[in-house]
């Protein structure tokens, strides 16, 4: 059982940075792949990074592509997106999700987090 909690949403203007963290909680937590998704009104929920079990695999978007990145901290349990050169559509809701696999589709994704409001003003 792995519980997440996501922090660090907020309004930013474009152009500007935030970072999201998600903590975690539940013994098998390194074992699992970590993935960022989001949510816009009126759409699906698409991914936007993950990262492996060991760090030594990350996939991205492409629309995210060079402006975010995913890192993760097994020690503390933490999973971390910096968001940079941010743009008015990555206004969504930002979850954190737990897979035993590394990939993108947020079906394979057993445990949610519930999800983080970022903001981009122009």
């Known amino acids: 059982q792995v519980q997440l909690v996501e922090s660090g949403g907020g309004l930013v203007q474009v152009g500007g940075s935030l970072r999201l963290s998600c903590a975690a909680s539940g013994r098998t937590f390194s074992s699992y792949a970590l993935g960022w998704f989001r949510q816009a009104p009126g759409k699906e929920r698409e991914f936007v990074a993950a990262?492996?079990?060991?760090?030594?695999?990350?996939y991205y978007a492409d629309a995210v592509k060079g402006r975010f990145t995913i890192s993760r901290d097994n020690a503390k349990n933490t999973v971390s997106l910096q968001m940079n050169s941010l743009k008015p559509e990555d206004t969504a809701v930002y979850y954190c999700a737990a897979s035993r696999s590394m990939v993108v589709t947020a079906a394979a994704y057993e445990y949610w987090g519930q999800g983080t409001q970022v903001t981009v003003s122009s």
């Open positions: 990262i492996r079990w060991d760090g030594d695999r990350i």
